[in-house]
Nanobody, 122 residues
Framework: QVQLVESGGGLVQAGGSLRLSCVAS????????MGWFRQAPGKEREFVAA??????RYADSVKGRFTISRDNAKNTVYLQMNSLNPLDTAVYYC?????????????????WGQGTQVTVSS
């Protein structure tokens, strides 16, 4: 089992920045993919970014604005979010996939955090 705890969400004005953190505990491994997803009210959960070893994969909607990184020594994954806009408003979830490859599908992830709210005001 892997437990995930997100932090760093909040209210920010359009154009601002936030940094989300997710600490993993339990049976963690640097070989696991760590990802970020988000879910806005009335919408399905969607992929944001994922990282396996180094470098990341991004949804087109956040490419160039968001950066995912991980610190394996701290079992932590980060999501630096810049140039935020109201469309980024959602609950952001951290997740872990034990499958090979850098997974971007919701169904490929085995463990989920409880989520952290990000609200961007116009």
């Amino acid at each position: 089992q892997v437990q995930l705890v997100e932090s760093g969400g909040g209210l920010v004005q359009a154009g601002g920045s936030l940094r989300l953190s997710c600490v993993a505990s339990g049976r963690t491994s640097p070989t696991y993919t760590m990802g970020w997803f988000r879910q806005a009210p009335g919408k399905e959960r969607e992929f944001v970014a994922a990282i396996k070893w180094s470098g990341g994969r991004y949804a087109d909607s956040v490419k160039g604005r968001f950066t995912i990184s991980r610190d394996n020594a701290k079992n932590t994954v980060y999501l630096q979010m810049n140039s935020l806009n109201p469309l980024d408003t959602a609950v952001y979830y951290c997740a872990v996939s034990v499958l090979p490859g850098t997974q971007i599908s919701v169904t490929a992830y085995n463990y989920w955090g409880q989520g952290t709210q990000v609200t961007v005001s116009s």
